[in-house]
């Protein structure tokens, strides 16, 4: 499947390979009689996670456990709903690709052209190695979730044997198993029956693996979409800045690059349909996520905080990943007009001025990635966003201190 996006491009050209990999695997991508992977892995998550919270409830009445059953469910609800969004723009992603590949094709055809050729390899470098990092530590991350809470557990009931060897009755009561993720699992008592808290945590660690692999295939796969729309018009800045070389600069030359500024606004036009309601999503709930988390560390200092600061450190990664690359792309769009600008334009003919003035205008607008058109994403909303969430954090802890 990676060969049929990037067909005909060298290996260190091919974009988004590792992401493409992913998605063929779990059948996003690929065969369609393999999309029953997809969809038996997001229902099995579902069944596991998001039904029982919303359905079932935290099950129990302490207050920071249900905050941080709900700053959980939060964050459950944004991944799956994001996901969801994903699959439908399927069809956009796919067309986002090829164009890439397209533009990538367009410029390197010209074997004398090794700046844009080491611009792309270096871009895919990245990538690929943000994407296998992020595998990485979402790999590793719901066994070191599931870690604390279980040895919590054993301590508590190994303790509870040793004091008591009459782990039965009213006694038995008192002993409380640590969950991972506060939640109700279908009628077991998953906090005071041995057996029922192992069956819990093995269904929910499988639960927990699969929350995982669509989280690495989402955050990449827009994050990288972003990029590679920022890289589109650092490419035509380039062959822009190539025209200064030139003794000559033909009909021809500026058409050429006309036609791939109009590719890279198509390209940027593709991933904004494609990451605009998801990045509105992303920076709506964490707000309301990192209050939460930021509530529950300041009331709760044990095991538990790793539960809590890894979901926290992956919605950290993703929204300043948004925000630095969305203000990236707005810089290189407006930066092709200031290259145009820097040309002896002055010294051509009137009809090349013409080409020259067009690519100006289209850069006079502001080109970014919006939050379902609300604003344009960059550096200063997500500033606007910790703020906001530290706001929230202390209304909700002086509201907690009168209660």
């Not at 969801?84 to 094709?105: A, E, Q, T, Y």
């Not at 530590?137 to 870690?147: A, M």
């Not at 948004?322 to 002055?346: H, N, Q, R």
């Amino acid at each position: 499947m990676e060969q049929s996006f990037n067909q005909g491009l060298p290996s260190d050209l091919r974009v988004m390979s590792f992401q493409l990999r992913l998605m063929t695997i779990i059948g996003l991508i690929g065969l369609k009689n393999h999309f029953y992977r997809f969809l038996l892995a997001f229902g099995w998550g579902t069944f596991v996670i998001l039904l029982p919270k919303i359905v079932l409830g935290m099950g129990s009445t302490q207050f920071d456990i249900i905050i941080k059953g709900l700053s959980e469910l939060l964050f459950q609800v944004n991944l799956y709903a994001s996901v969801g969004l994903l699959v439908l723009k399927l069809s956009s992603f796919k067309r986002m690709v090829l164009l890439i590949g397209d533009i990538i094709g367009q410029v390197t055809d010209n074997k004398c052209d090794s700046e844009s050729h080491d611009l792309i390899r270096v871009q895919n470098i990245k990538v690929n190695k943000f994407a296998k990092f992020y595998f990485a530590y979402c790999s590793v991350g719901p066994l070191i979730y599931c870690v604390p809470a279980m040895a919590t557990s054993y301590v508590r009931y190994f303790s509870y044997v040793q004091s008591d060897t009459n782990v039965s009755g009213d006694a038995h009561k008192q002993l409380q198993f640590e969950l991972a993720m506060e939640q109700e699992f279908y009628g077991l008592h998953v906090r005071t029956n041995f057996v029922h808290y192992h069956i819990f945590m093995a269904v929910s660690l499988s639960a927990y693996y699969i929350c995982s692999y669509i989280s690495v295939i989402k955050v990449t796969t827009l994050l990288s979409a972003i990029r590679y729309s920022s890289t589109s018009h650092s490419l035509v800045k380039t062959q822009i800045r190539q025209l200064e070389q030139k003794e000559i600069v033909t009909i021809n030359d500026i058409r050429r690059i006309v036609q791939l500024h109009e590719k890279a606004f198509r390209l940027t036009a593709l991933v904004e349909d494609m990451v605009s309601i998801p990045l509105a999503m992303q920076f709506l709930t964490c707000i309301l996520f990192w209050c939460l988390v930021m509530f529950y560390i300041s009331t709760n200092i044990n095991l538990n905080l790793f539960n809590v600061m890894i979901p926290f450190g992956l919605s950290m990664i993703e929204t300043y990943g948004y925000a630095y690359l969305a203000s990236e792309l707005t810089a290189e769009a407006k930066s092709v007009g200031d290259a145009v600008y820097g040309l002896p334009w002055y010294q051509d003919s009137l009809e090349l001025q013409r080409y020259y003035r067009l690519i100006i205008q289209r850069t006079q607008c502001e080109t970014g990635i919006t939050a379902a058109k609300f604003f344009i994403v960059g550096i200063g909303k997500f500033g606007r966003v910790v703020q906001m969430s530290y706001s929230y954090y202390l209304v909700l802890k002086d509201v907690f201190i009168k209660l």
